[in-house]
Antibody, heavy 125, light 110 residues
Framework: EVQLVESGGGLVQPGGSLRLSCAASGFTFSSYAMSWVRQAPGKGLEWVSFISSGGGDTYYADSAKGRFTISRDNSKNTLYLQMNSLRAEDTAVYYC??????????????????WGQGTLVTVSS | QSVLTQPPSVSAAPGQKVTISCSGSSSNIGNNYVSWYQQLPGTAPKLLIYENNKRPSGIPDRFSGSKSGTSATLGITGLQPGDEADYYCGTWDSSLSVWMFGGGTRLTVL
């Protein structure tokens, strides 16, 4: 059974940093691209980032560029999101999701087939 | 304001059919695959439809997807109370080089 378990959320002050983790099991982690998607309280889904299976290709939403870094450790079956310079508007539940499909030079034909339960990040003083 | 436009809410009676639209442009829906996600209250999203009209294993055929030009549609037949949820479309935007979700549609089964 595919399982994705996020951790690392919590309360952080504006300008602070946090590292989220997503522990994967039930599938060959190193064969799949992965993604982070967030959801602010009472709001819709917002894609944050994804990373290729080997970690060499990464993509970011404009809201994450320059502040967030997605990475993975295939030996530990774990996905990470390092979040720096956090702002109040980063407050959200952060979900990790397995990404299917592929990206070409011009587009990404992908979808997200399994999701974790999410971890809440609150940015507040 | 999302680039992909969905109606904020739709409603229908049990047993009836409902459709949820997702409108975009040639840089996103028009030239990329659309997927649909169901989010039941208090839970993580779940993939319902991928590559415009394919259902993952375990998703009943009451759920269907279609795409025409720069719009996509999710159809749900034989509505059940358990279908009450938020539904999101999603696709890649080739001009912006980002993945995007629609704003979401809340389905109420009356």
């Amino acid at each position: 059974e595919v399982q994705l378990v996020e951790s690392g959320g919590g309360l952080v002050q504006p300008g602070g940093s946090l590292r989220l983790s997503c522990a994967a099991s039930g599938f060959t982690f190193s064969s799949y691209a992965m993604s982070w998607v967030r959801q602010a309280p009472g709001k819709g889904l917002e894609w944050v980032s994804f990373i290729s299976s080997g970690g060499g290709d990464t993509y970011y939403a404009d809201s994450a560029k320059g502040r967030f870094t997605i990475s993975r450790d295939n030996s530990k079956n774990t996905l990470y999101l390092q979040m720096n310079s956090l702002r109040a508007e980063d407050t959200a539940v952060y979900y990790c999701a397995r990404r299917l499909g592929y990206c070409s030079s011009t587009s990404c034909y992908v979808n997200f087939d399994y999701w974790g339960q999410g971890t809440l990040v609150t940015v507040s003083s | 304001q999302s680039v992909l436009t969905q109606p904020p809410s739709v409603s229908a009676a049990p047993g009836q059919k409902v459709t949820i639209s997702c409108s975009g442009s040639s840089s996103n829906i028009g030239n990329n695959y659309v997927s649909w996600y169901q989010q039941l209250p208090g839970t993580a999203p779940k993939l319902l439809i991928y590559e415009n009209n394919k259902r993952p294993s375990g998703i009943p055929d009451r759920f269907s997807g279609s795409k025409s030009g720069t719009s996509a549609t999710l159809g749900i037949t034989g509505l059940q109370p358990g279908d009450e949820a938020d539904y999101y479309c999603g696709t890649w935007d080739s001009s912006l080089s980002v993945w995007m979700f629609g704003g979401g549609t809340r389905l109420t089964v009356l």
